[in-house]
Structures are given as structure tokens and as C-alpha cells.
């Protein structure tokens, strides 16, 4: 079963506010990743944080990592209408079989009215 | 930045067709692929693992008879969607893992609806 659970499920929000998306996960991790994807389109890379990192920042994105309490956090800052799409965690499993393997959360889709 | 393609991007199919869709490291190799289905407004699923030169490892619940798995060099992984039901309509994602550093790049999908 999937690893990482987002909330909200849905946010709506009007441009220039600021959207955060949380995830939570199960089992130890080597690092979390955070992935974009716009309706019926790929997945977009936009952050990876170590397990051993807390927080970390590009552009407007800012990511929180607590692995006491096995979860993260996507803060996009000063939103903007083209970031309207869904948002994904995802999370490997530390001393897992498959190199490589993600377990993804069910995501946030996130809606930003101009 | 690692590009991986899939080809078609969308395909629309007779109920009881097969359907392949490749996937494919255009700038470098990639021993492991990773296959996933996403349904509409819902989240990836792991359906298998592509290992070139082996066989694939499927998830549970994936029948490893309907979806055929071949990663027949290092830079091309194919899933062959066998007799095809309007159920399997969904979208399909690759990934592919480089190594040296380890890296994940995801394809941009395939749409498949079947008639």
C-alpha cells in the first residue's frame, strides 16, 4: 500500500496567498520527494529533502521534513494561477528491496483563483 | 536534465486489442523502469518493476499475463496491455532510475482508452 497520505485532499485559494500541503508516511525513509502534475500531463520534479535535512528551500517552495513524526510539508509562497495542479509526496522505504521504488501519497490538488 | 519518452501519448483501442506502450531513456541508461497506472483524480500505483535482461516484478493484485513487461535493452522498457477491457482505461506512467547518481525521471504518460 502507498506510504504517503497528503491533506487536504483539495485546497482552494486566491492568488498570492499561500498554499501548504502536508504528508504523512509509515515506515523509515532515505528521502521525500514532492512532484507536481497538471491535469493529464507527467509528474514535475519540484523538491527532494533528506532524511537527515529538516527544511529546504527553491523559489517559492519551501519543504519541511520531521522525521519524528513521519511527516512533511510543501509551502508554496505568493501563489500564482499556473500553480493550480496536483501535488504529490512521495517517499522511498529506507533498507527497502527495490532501489529506487516510491511509494506516492494520494496528493492535494491545489486550485488558485486570479 | 534526463529526458524519458513514451510513445503514443494517447491511443484509443478496441475492447478485447492489445495495446504496447514504450518507454524509452533518450540520454541515458536505465537497468531499472518503473511502470504505474493513475486513474482520474486519484493517486500513481506501482504496477510493476522492469529490470533489463529479467523478468518484471509485479505488485499484487497485477496480472503479469495482461500486462507484459519487456525491458529488452537499457534503454527501453514496453507494457503490452493483452485483451484489453474498458477498465484498463487509465493513464500510464514510466519511470526511469539512472545510476551513478541514482535518479528517477518520470515519462509524460500515456493515455489509453479502451472502446
Known amino acids: 500500500s502507498q506510504q504517503g497520505e497528503e491533506d487536504p485532499q483539495a485546497l482552494s485559494i486566491q492568488e498570492g496567498e499561500n498554499a501548504t500541503m502536508n504528508c504523512s508516511y509509515k515506515?523509515?525513509?532515505?528521502?521525500l520527494q514532492w512532484y507536481r502534475q497538471n491535469s493529464g500531463r507527467g509528474l514535475v520534479h519540484l523538491i527532494l529533502?533528506?532524511?537527515?535535512?529538516r527544511e529546504k528551500h527553491s523559489g517559492r517552495l519551501r519543504v519541511t521534513l520531521d522525521t519524528s513524526k513521519k511527516s512533511s510539508s510543501l509551502l508554496i509562497t505568493a501563489s500564482r494561477a499556473a500553480d493550480t495542479a496536483s501535488y504529490f509526496c512521495?517517499?522511498?522505504?529506507?533498507?527497502?528491496?527495490?532501489?529506487?521504488?516510491?511509494?506516492f501519497g494520494r496528493g492535494t490538488q491545489l486550485t488558485v483563483w486570479p | 536534465g534526463a529526458v524519458v519518452s513514451q510513445h503514443p501519448s494517447w491511443v484509443i483501442c478496441k475492447s478485447g486489442t492489445s495495446v504496447k506502450i514504450e518507454c524509452r531513456s533518450l540520454?541515458?541508461?536505465?537497468?531499472?523502469m518503473f511502470w504505474y497506472r493513475q486513474f482520474p483524480k486519484q493517486s500513481l500505483m506501482l504496477m510493476a518493476t522492469?529490470?533489463?535482461?529479467?523478468?518484471?516484478?509485479?505488485e499484487q493484485g497485477v496480472e503479469k499475463d495482461k500486462f507484459l513487461i519487456n525491458h529488452a535493452s537499457l534503454t527501453l522498457s514496453t507494457l503490452t496491455v493483452t485483451s484489453a477491457h474498458p477498465e484498463d482505461s487509465s493513464f500510464y506512467i514510466c519511470?526511469?532510475?539512472?545510476?551513478?547518481?541514482?535518479?528517477?525521471?518520470f515519462g509524460p504518460g500515456t493515455r489509453l482508452t479502451v472502446t
Open positions: 519511470s526511469a532510475l539512472s545510476t551513478g547518481p541514482y535518479e528517477q525521471y
Open positions: 515506515t523509515s525513509i532515505n528521502n
Open positions: 529533502i533528506r532524511s537527515n535535512e
Open positions: 512521495a517517499t522511498d522505504a529506507k533498507g527497502g528491496s527495490t532501489l529506487g521504488r516510491l511509494y
Open positions: 540520454d541515458f541508461q536505465a537497468t531499472t
Open positions: 522492469s529490470n533489463e535482461g529479467s523478468k518484471a516484478t509485479y
